[in-house]
């Protein structure tokens, strides 16, 4: 059979069936650097672990709604999607009527498909709008502290986060980066909605060859590009504001700030100034931030005065603002920036996320893509994103974010739909109890995940390749038609379908809808983008010529600005959208919050020690998939350690605890406790421990284990502290725990969770 287009958050792909029914997968021809995450397609789509027929816990079929400890253990019985549709419809209208819309929650927080119509969030929020709102969550795992914070620093986050110089820029102008959390190549791969080319990944492997120096500071060399001019860092994992503050004291100290950019175009500085020279009792000097942060005073002296020398880009990745007091990393980074006098330059400045997603750096165009209309929430209750146990084992209680108090409104219905938030959360021990407590869970899957063994009723959901579909990532070149390649598993549909049989169950079919098939949306979403394309002077195809073609290439960008660079030409009649109209690196507003876990300009936070409990892990994100998205597939079921996900350690650590390559271990602290398997690396630093994030939740009760279970294939999240990384922000801190190692003598258990539960 003849290659179909297609496309997937790890970038486009071709994909076809054999004569025999195998599935096979190929790069696009464009594609210089394709993702190894394709090597997960082909095992993952037709899995055992695939959901076959609608599913409901016997529990819950038995009693009917309320809350349950049952959830995640119990069987659950298939029924017909006549029976499953009409539970659904009734429990909505239920939850409706007796409890209001607000005790909807439908987060339903996920990278489900890299398609703009089968964009399972916005299809799930579009219903339950329909139906009068649900409780929403706000920001995201990724970057959420940052998209708070920056706000009140530099007038908006979207410049940074979105709008960032490339590599090209960087490449022509810059003769040092100081990367702080890394450029791990790793991470490139991925964008949302994807990347057709990957020139992310071309850049970090050849940025050296252009004279660009790379500093980078990690407690990981993987996350150091193999390029020429770069240099490791090897810091104490959550010591960067130090490091940051002692840098910063020595540019002060020595006279190598730009004082005039700093008055002109800052607010605030000489408040930081105050505290780095020791208004507070503690000089923030070379040698008070080497015995925080493990590089020499030397070493940082060093540094600070070459950042001096030349245009330099300091940027910080969003790994650093999932941690506790994740906003400090930020403003520091930015006041280095500040200090040196070159944002709004190309090349120089400040930049957030380099090296954390594909598309920060990359040359494609900005251009609005087509998107499915969710319609107007009318509840105004939501969450930050990363709240979700808060939210359901707190009801009524109040939360402080960005100056102002919530509560936490009581959710009976969680409609879950194109997400794993058994992947996504920390402290998976504490999420499974906020899962035993509203009456009833929904979840669309394609995937027996550990998400859908903890719902009451589970709809199989198909995989973009068992639809069609229009997908391009944020700063694509192609928007890609997605076709179909293989027919549904079972009895999957796809969540349009489902949600559509829900809405005519409720009587709003026809509002939802809008009387048009998939197929027909699908047009209409084209053909309405691509009159607006026109509007701007670009000639799109038809629709019936782009789906024959396959693709269409998007318009070439026009030259980026540099970020700020109209502020730094006139900062009066350019200001930035900040009280100050400047860039704050005292906020007065922050300050004026009260919040003691985020002052108003940056500082050092002392890490919690915990003797028990020695080594830093890393939870990062994985290189052999995406999140927990392909866990079962070849390419991460190859990494993995006696079918364990794979722990890195220290020879010098492993040796101390009697651990070789390849013995399983067990990983705990007070919240929890996992199985892992050993790989030695003498590239993480001393006192260190990496597990990647997304090995599928396999928990295993056991009272004797820390938070009552023992994750046996290795999910990290079983570790990781459900606690905001401020007042501020409420966002997750999920990048670091405290843990110990030690190795697992008895015979380990099986890992269950690659079974269905059925």
């Known amino acids: 059979m003849s290659w179909s287009p297609t496309t997937s958050h790890w970038g486009a792909f071709r994909a076809r069936t054999t004569a025999s029914g195998e599935l096979e997968i190929a790069p696009h021809p464009l594609d210089r650097q394709p993702s190894p995450l394709l090597g997960n397609v082909a095992g993952s789509v037709r899995h055992p672990t695939r959901v076959r027929r609608p599913a409901i816990r016997r529990g819950w079929l038995e009693r009917g709604p309320g809350p349950s400890e049952h959830r995640g253990a119990d069987e659950f019985v298939e029924v017909s999607w006549e029976t499953a549709t009409e539970l659904v419809a009734a429990e909505l209208d239920r939850v409706r009527r007796e409890h209001g819309n607000g005790a909807i929650f439908g987060g339903s927080y996920g990278w489900g498909s890299a398609g703009r119509f089968h964009h399972t969030q916005s299809q799930l929020h579009r219903l339950l709008n329909v139906l009068g709102g649900y409780t929403a969550s706000r920001d995201t795992y990724s970057h959420g502290t940052s998209a708070v914070l920056l706000p009140h620093l530099v007038g908006d986050a979207g410049t940074l986060l979105y709008r960032a110089d490339t590599w090209g820029t960087i490449a022509a102008n810059t003769d040092l980066v100081v990367a702080f959390g890394g450029l791990p190549l790793k991470n490139v791969s991925v964008t949302p909605g994807g990347n057709t080319e990957h020139p992310t990944a071309t850049a970090l492997g050849t940025i050296g060859e252009s004279g660009v120096e790379l500093a980078v500071v990690s407690p990981l060399v993987d996350d150091v590009p193999k390029t020429p001019r770069a240099r490791w860092y090897p810091i104490v994992p959550a010591s960067d ?15 190598r700030h730009d004082a005039t950019f700093l008055d002109r175009y800052c607010t605030g500085f000489d408040t930081v100034a105050g505290y780095l020279l020791g208004a507070d009792g503690t000089v923030k000097d070379a040698e008070w931030a080497a015995v925080r942060c493990g590089i020499s005073a030397a070493e940082i002296r060093a540094l600070a005065r070459r950042m001096a020398e030349g245009r330099t880009l300091v940027t910080v990745s969003w790994s650093l603002q999932r941690t506790r007091h994740g906003e400090q990393p930020v403003w520091a980074g930015l006041l280095l920036a500040a200090m040196l006098g070159q944002i709004g330059l ?49 009801p009524g209680e109040r939360y402080d974010y960005n100056g102002a108090t919530h509560h936490y409104p009581d ?39 550990a998400t859908a063994r903890h719902a009451d009723i589970v709809l199989p959901a198909t995989t973009p390749l068992e639809r069609e579909d229009l997908g391009s990532g944020r700063r694509d070149t192609h928007l890609i038609a997605m076709h179909r390649v293989l027919d549904p598993v079972g009895e999957a549909r796809d969540d349009y379908t489902i949600l559509a049989g829900i809405a005519q169950r409720l009587g709003v079919g026809e509002r939802f809808t809008e009387g048009r098939t998939a197929r027909e949306w699908i047009v209409h979403l084209y053909e309405g983008w691509r009159g607006r394309l026109a509007e701007r002077g670009h000639d ?65 936070l002392e890490p919690e020690s915990d003797v028990e ?65 050993a790989r030695l690396n003498d590239g993480v630093r001393r006192g260190v421990a990496v597990l990647a994030t997304g ?16 994750c046996v294939h290795g999910n990290p999240n079983v570790l990781t502290e459900d606690v905001p990384t401020s007042r501020l922000a409420q966002g997750c801190s999920g990048q670091h725990a405290r843990v110990q190692v030690e190795r697992y003598d008895a015979t380990p258990p099986p890992v269950r969770i690659l079974r269905p539960p059925l």
């Open 241 to 255: 504001v130090a490091l940051m503050l002692g840098l910063a004291h020595t540019l002060l100290t020595e006279n």
């Open 613 to 677: 409990h020695p080594l830093w892990l890393i939870a990062n994100q994985p290189r052999t998939r995406l999140h927990g998205q392909g866990d079962v597939g070849a390419t991460s079921q190859a990494a993995k350690v006696r079918g364990r996900e794979p722990i890195e350690l220290h020879p010098g650590d492993a040796a101390e605890r009697g651990i070789a390559d390849g013995d399983v271990v067990r990983v705990f602290n007070g919240r929890g406790a996992c199985l892992a398997g």
């Open 695 to 710: 090995a599928w939740f396999d928990p295993l009760d056991d009272p004797a284990q820390p938070g009552g279970s023992l």
């Open 411 to 449: 959710i009976r219905l969680v409609y879950w739909a194109g997400g794993n938030p058994f992947h996504h959360h920390q402290d998976l021990n504490r999420l499974r109890r906020a899962f035993a407590r509203p009456d009833t869970i929904v979840v669309h899957e394609p995937h027996w995940t």
């Open 540 to 604: 799109a195809p038809p629709f019936g010529r782009f789906w024959a073609d396959g693709e269409w290439r998007l318009p070439t960008a026009a030259e980026q600005p540099t970020p700020f660079a109209a502020f730094r030409a006139d900062p009066v009649r350019r200001p930035l959208h900040t009280p100050s109209g400047r860039i704050e690196l005292f906020s007065s507003t922050v300050a004026g919050f009260g919040y003691p876990d985020c002052p108003g300009h940056p500082v050092w």
């Open 346 to 394: 190309p090349g120089g400045g400040f930049g957030h996320g380099y090296g954390s997603i594909g598309d920060v750096g990359d040359d494609g165009p900005l251009l609005p893509l087509p998107t499915l209309p969710q319609g107007h929430n009318p509840v105004r209750t939501f969450i930050p994103v990363a709240r979700i146990a808060d939210l359901l084992l707190r």
